[in-house]
T-cell receptor, first 114, second 114 residues
Framework: KNQVEQSPQSLIILEGKNCTLQ??????????LRWYKQDTGRGPVSLTI?????NTKSNGRYTATLDADTKQSSLHITASQLSDSASYIC?????????????FGPGTRLSVLP | KAGVTQTPRYLIKTRGQQVTLSCSPI?????VSWYQQTPGQGLQFLFE???????NKGNFPGRFSGRQFSNSRSEMNVSTLELGDSALYLC?????????????FGNGTRLTVT
């Protein structure tokens, strides 16, 4: 069964610190892996999209890595800001997916404190 | 460029009633997909429409249905509402020219069933 797991479930850090969120998946084969940021009461916003052949992708202070051999991805946030407080969702698209029926992780809830 | 617009933002309905949610995609996007988000299950794919045709369907009962119009706007209908249907319903649009096409979410409709 295609599944995506994320850890930790929640995380609290101080403003200015770095953090790393983890994503493990069993979706195989897959086309791409995505990271989304979702603020409370809002829709998810895309941070990065990596194809199965990419190892890393950056978007400002956000850097995602992908290891297709171990089926793991991570999202590293550098110099955190209060506005980074949100849920971060890992999403995997199966290779035979010609639509939008992605496999979603449960998300990691990040709280950045002043 | 305007983003994905969902209406209404909030809805309160009674068990047994039916409800229709609306989604206007980003101009030029032909794919519209719908997702249900609950605290317990996370994000789950409902269905996707592309050029007025349902291209994919998730594992939801037949009470959940949708359609897409010639201008790509989409509606989702839930009949005979149950308490468990209370959720944030998210719509997303995409150019869908490849499996790696970015997905753009609206801010959702919060449905409460009492």
């Amino acid at each position: 069964k295609n599944q995506v797991e994320q850890s930790p479930q929640s995380l609290i850090i101080l403003e200015g610190k770095n953090c790393t969120l983890q994503c493990n998946y069993t979706v195989s084969p897959f086309s791409n892996l995505r990271w989304y940021k979702q603020d409370t009461g809002r829709g998810p916003v895309s941070l990065t999209i990596m194809t199965f052949s990419e190892n890393t992708k950056s978007n400002g202070r956000y850097t995602a890595t992908l290891d297709a051999d171990t089926k793991q991805s991570s999202l590293h946030i550098t110099a955190s800001q209060l506005s980074d407080s949100a849920s971060y969702i890992c999403v995997v698209s199966p290779r035979d997916n010609y639509g939008q029926n992605f496999v979603f992780g449960p998300g990691t809830r990040l709280s950045v404190l002043p | 460029k305007a983003g994905v617009t969902q209406t209404p933002r909030y809805l309160i309905k009674t068990r047994g009633q039916q409800v229709t949610l609306s989604c206007s995609p980003i101009s030029g996007h032909r794919s519209v997909s719908w997702y249900q988000q609950t605290p317990g299950q996370g994000l789950q794919f409902l269905f996707e429409y592309f050029s007025e045709t349902q291209r994919n369907k998730g594992n939801f009962p037949g009470r959940f249905s949708g359609r897409q119009f010639s201008n790509s706007r989409s509606e989702m209908n839930v009949s005979t509402l149950e308490l468990g249907d209370s959720a944030l319903y998210l719509c997303a649009s995409s150019l869908a020219v490849s499996p790696n096409s970015p997905l753009h979410f609206g801010n959702g409709t919060r449905l409460t069933v009492t």
